[in-house]
Each structure stands twice: as C-alpha cells, then as structure tokens.
C-alpha cells in the first residue's frame, strides 16, 4: 500500500510504485486517512475483538477451550506494548470501527433476544458471504 501524501511528487510516487512492482508486489494506492481507516477494520479490531473474548475465559474454563476459542484468541497473544501504541497512534479510525462493530453486535444481541430466527440467520448469512470473499 503505497500512501502518497500532497507533498509528494508524482515522478516520487512512480518511483516508489515501480520499486515495489520490481520485487513482484501488488500495489494499492490510496489516501493516509483510507489507510488508517482500512486497518482499523481489517487489523486493529480484530486483535482488539480477540483480546476482549481471550479475557472471558477463566482459568475454570481452560478444558472447554477448543479449537473455535484457540483460532478466534490466537492474535491476542500479540505484544501488549506494540498493540498499546498501535491503538493509540490510529485511534481515531479504532474508535470508528469499535462503534460499528458494537452496533453489529447489538443487531446480534436484538435478533437473537427477540428469538428474531430470521434476523439472526440473515446476519449469519451476512457474515459467511463477507468471510467467504476471503477465499
């Protein structure tokens, strides 16, 4: 991800571009601001997301752990102090992405609370279709 900033001349950015082309990468160009934005979503708040579920689980809970509970925690094992900084250096677009995410889990919450079966498989459809671009 290449984040050209208005300072920066085209024939820099070309440059920079043509660099990262040469070793065989892929380059996306786009705004500091959409970077940061980016991240906050698809880096920041799951480590954030997988620390939070990782302290639900008391030491009486260890032997139910299973692989869903090991595979979701597993980036919460990440440096406190790397992640500490890296929250606070983008926390604007962190906070942004915790809000949507939390009204997420209140359609979760009010789905399944109402025993909205409809909702709640519509969201899980939802959520399969979004995981499933991944592959």
């Known amino acids: ?28 160009l786009t705004s500091p601001a959409e970077h940061d934005a980016a991240l906050a979503v698809t880096s920041h708040l799951p480590h954030l ?5 990782a302290e639900q689980l008391a030491p ?4 139910f752990a299973a692989t869903g509970f090991r595979d979701t925690t597993r980036i919460a094992a990440g440096s406190p102090e790397l992640w500490t900084a890296i929250f606070q250096s983008n926390k604007g677009a962190v906070l942004d ?6 009204g997420t889990l209140d359609l979760y919450r009010s789905a399944i609370d109402s025993s909205d079966e409809r909702k709640l498989a519509r969201l899980l459809s939802e959520a399969r279709y979004c995981r499933q671009l991944l592959d």
Request: net charge positive; charged share 10%; hydrophobic share 50%.
């Open 60 to 63: 009486s809970l260890v032997p």
């Open 1 to 28: 991800v290449v984040t050209p900033r208005p300072n920066n001349t085209r024939s820099a950015v070309n440059r920079i571009v043509t660099f990262w082309q040469s070793l065989g990468s892929k380059i996306m």
């Open 49 to 53: 997301v997988a620390a939070a579920l």
């Open 97 to 102: 992405a915790l809000t949507r995410f939390q």
